[in-house]
């Protein structure tokens, strides 16, 4: 059965596209602290965020094309089973 529930999504930053010499590239702002507040540790002791990048639908006030939002934590996450590998199965602090 499927959650008919939205999830609320965190924004964290915001960016555009730049012509450079050498190129378009993605020039994204970040938010720090939000970023730190949602991170959460591995395994192997280094501490990680999940975000996702995608375009707007139209250029905001700024002229940025980019949004970014950050995903859930990996402990928030399906479980998958012990036969299977996955990079999901973290110790969250």
Known sequence: ???NIKEEKIY???GKVINGKYGAFDA?????DK??????KAKNGKRYININVSDRREADNYGNTKKIVINKPPAQKPIVSQNQHSPDRFDVF
């Open 1 to 3: 059965m499927e959650n």
């Open 35 to 40: 970023l730190l507040e949602h991170s959460y």
């Open 28 to 32: 994204l702002n970040l938010d720090v």
């Open 12 to 14: 964290c930053g915001n």
